[in-house]
């Protein structure tokens, strides 16, 4: 099939790519945020970096929230894609969108485990999801870094297909999700 790059828009609507787009941005702070911080302890703090850590963690819990519920109400156009990449883009999606969930609810239990309070925008704060001292809490401080790990790797991945869409296969997949 002869596709030009425009052939597939629009596919995602604006509500759609905005969420898309500001998740990124606020994933790649998290990143950087998460890796610069210091290192946390039994008697550390909240502070600085990890006050940073906590409150984007926040903005991506409510922005996910939103992003699952408007992707479970408005279905994009289908991408003209073989049977093979289909499969393989449905399955890496829904991978990502797992970890999109899994990543930030371990942080977040973790967090509650401390006792850390978690607040969206220094105000509206969420409920703890585990108890203060939680060994099952603390455990997931773990589970959170090495998921986190498998969440980088699946964006690199992912990052690395829409741009072999773009320049080697030239088949307008990366136009669905731009403006
Ligand atoms: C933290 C970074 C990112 C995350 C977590 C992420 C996650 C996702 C998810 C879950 C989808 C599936 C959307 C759906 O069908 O509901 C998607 C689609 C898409 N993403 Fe990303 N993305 C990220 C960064 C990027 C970047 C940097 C690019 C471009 C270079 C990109 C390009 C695309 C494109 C083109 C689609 C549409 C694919 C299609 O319709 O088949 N994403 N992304
Ligand atoms: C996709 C979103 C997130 C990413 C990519 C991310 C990434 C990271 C990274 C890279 C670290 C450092 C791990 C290490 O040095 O071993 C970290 C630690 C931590 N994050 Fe997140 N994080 C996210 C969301 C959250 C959320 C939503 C919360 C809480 C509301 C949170 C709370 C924590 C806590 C408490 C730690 C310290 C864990 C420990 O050392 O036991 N994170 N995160």
């Known amino acids: 099939m002869n596709l030009n790059t425009f052939a597939q828009r629009p596919a995602y609507d604006g509500i759609a790519r905005l969420l898309h787009w500001l998740i990124a941005l606020l994933i790649a702070a998290q990143f950087v945020v998460g890796w610069t911080m210091p290192d946390v302890h039994r008697d550390t703090l909240p502070n600085g970096l990890i006050a940073w850590h906590l409150g984007v963690g926040a903005a991506i819990v409510a ?3 939103c992003r699952i519920l408007w992707r479970a109400t408005h279905t994009p156009a289908p991408a003209e894609l073989s049977r093979p990449l289909k499969l393989i ?3 890496t ?4 969108y797992a970890l999109l969930v899994a990543v930030p609810l ?11 309070a978690v ?6 704060r969420f409920p703890d999801l585990t108890q203060s001292g939680s060994p099952t809490g603390h455990a997931l401080g773990d589970v959170h870094s090495v998921l986190a790990w498998a969440l980088l ?13 773009r320049v080697v296969l030239k088949d307008g997949v990366l136009q669905r999700m731009l403006p």
């Open 153 to 165: 790797v699946l964006i690199v991945l992912h990052v690395g297909a829409a741009l072999f869409h």
């Open 93 to 96: 999606h829904a991978l990502l």
């Open 106 to 116: 371990a942080g977040w239990a973790n967090a509650s485990s401390r006792g850390w």
């Open 63 to 65: 922005a996910v929230a």
């Open 89 to 91: 883009s449905h399955f």
């Open 119 to 124: 607040k969206l925008l220094g105000v509206v």
